[in-house]
């Protein structure tokens, strides 16, 4: 960042017209979720581990591959969680809103999709709700699919399900309304996380798309991230 700010200059957050994330995904993540009130877009360059959100970190010749970069448009997830004294906690999430176990005892869940009931009780280690964006990180892990950007789809997709054991998940659209009931939350006490944002105890919890918020990343040409997508369908 030194050696970029001296090359380049800098400018605080509010007055640049591009934010440059350097980093791993998490510091990009960051950087979006910092996006939500002046929707600036984010070029981000790897210095991290994975980088499927980063280009690759060159120091020469920033200002030229800002202007050449291909957009792409990502709406976040609104987490609306519920904890079981009733208080609600309301996040936004880019990659999935996910449900995990807190103790030994496995989770058990309620699903419902746009009002209905899908399934009466998933007994699992959690599940999530990833978007295109984030079908390719922690969705991908779980053995969840992979969703080009713009597909206008949701995946749910279950993490270690034990009851029923062969059921892999769905797919939704974006503009579902998906309502988890935690079944005993007391005994089996379930976290809510919207990425890294993390609530615990919760009784219940409402996922939905928010189209207010759309957030703007930069990639290089020929690596943008619809691209990446598609190449990681073909990787072993």
């Keep these: 960042m030194?050696?970029?700010?001296?090359?380049?200059?800098?400018?605080?957050?509010?007055?640049?017209?591009?934010?440059?994330?350097?980093?791993?995904?998490?510091?990009?993540?960051?950087?979006?979720?910092?996006?939500?009130?002046?929707?600036?877009?984010?070029?981000?360059?790897?210095?991290?581990?994975?980088?499927?959100?980063?280009?690759?970190?060159e120091e020469d010749d920033l200002y030229q591959r800002i202007n050449k970069a291909e957009k792409a448009t990502v709406m976040p997830l609104r987490m609306v969680a519920t904890d079981i004294h009733g208080e609600p906690h309301e996040r936004l999430a880019i990659n999935e809103v996910s449900l995990f176990r807190?103790?030994?005892?496995?989770?058990?869940?309620?699903?419902?999709?746009?009002?209905?009931?899908?399934?009466?009780?998933?007994?699992?280690?959690?599940?999530?709700?990833?978007?295109?964006?984030?079908?390719?990180?922690y969705n991908l892990s779980a053995h969840g699919p992979i969703l080009p950007i713009g597909a206008n789809l949701l995946a749910l997709t279950p993490v270690s399900a034990f009851r029923p054991r062969r059921w892999r998940g769905a797919l939704l659209r974006h503009d579902a309304k998906v309502d988890f009931d935690i079944v005993e939350p007391d005994r089996r006490p379930v976290a809510a996380g919207a990425d890294n944002q993390e609530v615990r105890d919760i009784a219940h919890i409402t996922v939905t798309e928010d189209r207010s918020k759309p957030l703007t990343m930069l990639f290089d040409p020929g690596h943008a991230l619809d691209e990446r997508i598609l190449r990681e369908q073909f990787s072993f």
């Design 2 to 57: 030194q050696r970029l700010t001296h090359k380049y200059g800098q400018v605080a957050e509010e007055d640049a017209e591009v934010i440059v994330a350097l980093g791993g995904d998490g510091a990009m993540l960051d950087a979006m979720r910092r996006r939500f009130g002046d929707r600036k877009p984010v070029y981000g360059m790897n210095r991290g581990t994975v980088g499927f959100l980063m280009n690759d970190f």
């Design 102 to 137: 807190q103790t030994a005892q496995s989770a058990k869940l309620r699903i419902r999709v746009d009002g209905r009931e899908r399934m009466s009780e998933l007994t699992c280690d959690g599940i999530m709700v990833a978007t295109p964006a984030g079908s390719t990180a």
